[in-house]
Each structure stands twice: as C-alpha cells, then as structure tokens.
C-alpha cells in the first residue's frame, strides 16, 4: 500500500493546503525579530525626517497666525480701538449739512440755503457733539475724495482707505480744492470757509467727487474716523450759466424750467406768445392749460410736460390776494385769485367762498372772470393776505349793506356813507343806461328823495343865510355848554358849527341828485311823448 506524501509549499511560501484556525491564528503573532525591525525602522525614518518637516511645519504656522494677527489688528482699527481700550471713546467728523447742487467749478462750494458747511466732531456711539476736551478744538483738513469711495458695510473704513481715495489735480493743473481748506473747530463744530474746485469730475474713476474731512491736528494720538459727503458731479462754470433753478422764482426767465432749453425749440414757441418768465407761464398754465399745452406742440411728451409742470409749481408765491368785482355787481360779488390768476375763491353776495367749496360751475364762472381781470387790472385791488380779505369782507356800512370801497391796490377801506343813497347809482348801471328807465324806475324818484341825512327843517336848507348867522340863537336859550360836558360857549357853538357843517354838505349832495333826476324825468317823458305820437301817424 503506497502512501502519498504531502505537498511541498509553493515557491511563493503559499500552503498548498488551507490552514486550521489554530494554525492561522499562530501565523498571526508577530516574532520578536519583526518588531525589533520596525522599530529600528521607524527610529531611522524620524531621524531622517525630523530635521526636514520641523522647519517646514513651523514656517507655515508662523505665517497663517501673523495673516490671522494682522486681520485680528485691522479690525480693532476700524471699531476705533475699542476692543484694544473698551474705555476709549470712539470718534467721528460729520457733515452736518447736504451740499447744495449743483456744484461748478470757479464757485463758491455752499451747503443747502446758500448757507457754509458745517463740520462737527461727534461721539459715535451717542451721536453727541463732544463740545469739551482737547479734540473739541481739533484742526481739520476738508479733501476731495473719489466718488466711489463708500468704504464697507457700516460704512468704516481704515486710515490707509481714507488716504488711498483722495484725488489729487491732475498734470499741469492747479490744486484741486482752492481756497481755504482747513478750519478749526470750536467747541466741537466749524464752518468751512471759502472753497471753489478748480477742475471739473469727469476725468475721474466714477466722473463724481465727494468732500471729505480728517483731523491734521489736535486728536492726542486718538482715532477720529473721517467724514464725507454723498459723491457729486462737478461741472464747468459755463454750465452755470444754463442751470436750471429750484425752486424758480416768478421772474426767472421761462428756460429756467426743466426740459426747456435756452434758445431751443419750446423757448422760442414760448416767446412767439409772449410768455417769456416763470410768472407768465404759471399764468397761463391756470388760465388755458390746454392753450399751453398747444403752444408746446407734440414735440413735448406727456412725461416732458408733467416734469415742466412739476417744476413751475414748486415756486415759491407771495401771500398777496386779489380781487376783482365786475361792473354791475355793487362790489357785493367777485372773484379772488393769486399773483398767477389761480382762483382761490368766490366773494358772492359779501360772502367769500373759496375753491374747494365751489361747484363746477362756479369754478368756471371765476376762471371767466379771471380772464375779466387779468384784462382789467386797473379795477383789480390787492390784498395783503386772506385774513384782510375776509375781515374787510365782514365791514359792515349803513343800511345794513356790506360792500367793498374801490380802493386800488394796496388793501381796502370801507366807503363812507354819502347823503345819496348807493342804490341810486347801482340802478344806473343795473337797468343798462338812461334810456332803458322804466316808469317804475322814475315813479320810484316822482317825489321828494328821501334817505338817511336828508334835510327837512327849512332853517337848515337855506344854508347860504343860516351859515351867516349865529347857530346858537336857533337852540334853546336855556342849552348850556356844561349840559353836554363842554367848558364854554365857544366850544358848544364850535361843535355845534362843525355838526351842521356836515347837515350842509347833505343838502348839497340832495339838491344835485334832485336836478339828475328831474333831467331824467324829462327825458323819459320826451321818449314815451315821441312814441305815443309815431303810434298815432302809423
């Protein structure tokens, strides 16, 4: 019986035959000859490599904490060393007024009401000037800054930003900023004085400046954060001469408005109708809109048209008010517009009304008599703001009747009552001239008049005799002078000279008005003798 020997291993060391687990499990354990061998081997590797990636470990590490350290250093900076000295505290120049726009080179550089800019040294954290201590009186530097310049999100920004933005003049030009740059703050605010710029922004970066202002002096080593302004454009003096105002004024010529150039096309169909100043054509705008809006042609846009209106709206007007009453109205009844015929009310029966209370009718019967005055403007009285109107409004004269005195331009007295009555002459005009009286109107006089201060005693009325003689001797001989709070004779015959004085002048005014009417009459009695007989030849 032969045996079979065991298979040999392979040349690779490989079993020909599966272990056991046991077996395995043995081959596993490393001998004490392969662990000393992989020590010693890791012995030499970091021998070898220690000298090498040390250096190279540490220079990496000292970078990235200096770029962290520098960022860390940075933003202490900005917060104004607070978290160096949390008890430090931080400050800030400021503005304290807009600029007034816009701004051109030669001219005065003014804020807002033609007034200085001011520049105040402020606590950032509490927005309060600071009015003490050694940066209250600091020395400050106003700049040009690049109009871009806007710093980051909370609108901080380092030294180095500040200075790396200041635009300098450009090659073979003068300094940017003429004039006086520096100031010195007084009790913690200055005024900037005269400065002009010397070159338009159109060559810059972003074609816009902006001013800016830092602390040369007076700070003791303190972060004082600077100042600027929003970014603007400078432009040429000889666009100043083009410039449109805002507000206009009434006298600004008609090109002063927005989208109506000088000379051009809407300047010259303005003045072809004569509307040549703001005034004239706020004027026109109220009375016929759509006659304006005519003369502008369809080369002005709808957009074009309200900008322009816009804009002729925003001038300033007096408080003056005007009145115009037209013939046949006994200046009971009128309308009461602006400097610019834009009606502000009815006056209706000594009522006044404004606009808002009108109807569309009644706004259109004032826009009519607008026109009336505008073409009558000597009858046109003036006053100086609606409270005078209404309180002469509210006068009162005799007979109960209200009514204004013609008094031109310059306010409004009332008139005082006459010895003829006011409704003689307001029949006059009413009924359409002398011809058109009726026999009512006549039958109305066929008598003697009889009004308020008309004269009946017979003594009085023959006043060439009576005014001769002694007044006194027509009174009570018992009247006297102490009765009536007088000191003498004299005084009580003065004043009873000076009252019938007045009684004269009545019975004159009656003895004319008597003379019209009688002429009147016999005219009126002519014409209907003149009809009767024609009647009877036909």
């Avoid at 180095?160 to 900023?177: A, D």
């Avoid at 300033?316 to 005007?322: F, Q, S």
């Avoid at 006044?352 to 005055?373: C, G, P, R, W």
Wanted: glycine share 8%; charged share 25%; hydrophobic share 35%.
């Amino acid at each position: 019986m032969s045996h079979k020997r065991p298979q040999e291993d392979s040349p690779k060391g490989r079993p020909s035959e599966a272990f056991t687990p046991d077996q395995d499990k043995r081959r596993r354990v490393p001998t004490l000859r392969n662990v000393v061998q992989e020590v010693m081997k890791l012995q030499s590797v970091q021998y070898l490599l220690e000298p090498v990636l040390e250096p190279l470990i540490r220079r990496v590490v000292k970078e990235e904490v200096e770029v962290a350290l520098r960022k860390h250093l940075n933003n202490m900076k900005r917060n104004g060393g607070k978290d160096v000295n949390s008890t430090s505290r931080s400050l800030q120049l400021q503005f304290l007024n807009n600029l007034s726009l816009p701004v051109f080179t030669g001219t005065r550089i003014e804020a807002e009401e033609c007034s200085a800019i001011k520049v105040a040294i402020v606590d950032s954290l509490t927005g309060q000037i600071v009015s003490s201590g050694l940066e209250s009186s600091a020395k400050v530097e106003v700049v040009v800054l690049e109009g871009d310049f806007d710093g980051d999100e909370g609108d901080n920004w380092a030294l180095e930003e500040f200075k790396n933005n200041i635009v300098r003049e450009r090659e073979g030009k003068k300094p940017l900023l003429a004039g006086d740059a520096f100031l010195t703050l007084t009790g913690g605010t200055g005024l900037v004085g005269e400065i002009s710029f010397s070159d338009n922004s159109s060559w810059t970066r972003s074609r816009r400046f902006r001013l800016g202002a830092r602390v040369v002096d007076g700070s003791d080593g303190t972060r004082v954060r600077e100042a600027k302004t929003e970014s603007f454009i400078v432009r040429d003096h000889r666009g100043e001469l083009y410039k449109k105002h805002h507000p206009p004024s009434l006298s600004d010529e008609v090109w002063r408005l927005e989208k109506i150039g000088k000379d051009g096309a809407f300047h010259k169909r303005l003045s072809r109708e004569n509307i040549n100043c703001v005034k004239d054509f706020l004027t026109m705008l109220f009375i016929d809109p759509p006659r304006l809006r005519h003369i502008l042609g369809t080369g002005m846009s709808a957009k074009m048209w309200e900008v322009t209106v816009e804009h002729s709206r925003t001038c300033v007007l007096d408080n003056r008010m005007h009145l115009y009453c037209p013939p046949g109205s006994q200046q009971k009844s009128g309308v009461v517009f602006n400097i610019v015929g834009q009606v502000m009310g009815l006056l209706s029966e000594c009522q006044y009304n404004t606009i808002d209370k009108l109807s569309e009718t009644e706004k259109i019967e004032a826009q009519n008599l607008v026109i009336s005055a505008l073409q009558h403007w000597e009858e046109v009285v003036s006053f100086d703001d609606e409270a005078s109107l209404t309180s002469s409004v509210k006068g009162e004269i005799s007979n109960g009747t209200k009514y204004l005195a013609s008094q031109k331009m310059g306010g409004f007295d009332y008139a005082q009552p006459s010895a003829c009555s006011p409704d003689i002459i307001s029949t006059i005009y009413s009924v359409g001239g002398l011809s058109s009286l009726d026999d009512y109107a006549l039958h109305g006089y066929d008598q003697a008049l009889s009004y308020p201060g008309q004269v009946t005693n017979s003594l009085i009325c023959d006043t060439e005799t009576f005014c001769d003689e002694d007044h006194l001797r027509y009174f009570d001989s018992d009247l006297q002078p102490q009765s009536l709070g007088l000191e003498s004779q004299a005084d009580l015959q003065t004043a009873v000279d000076g009252f019938l004085l007045q009684r004269t002048v009545a019975v004159q005014a009656q003895r004319r008005w008597t003379k019209v009417f009688s002429v009147l009459k016999w005219f009126s009695i002519k014409r209907r003798v003149k009809e009767k007989f024609r009647g009877l030849q036909i």
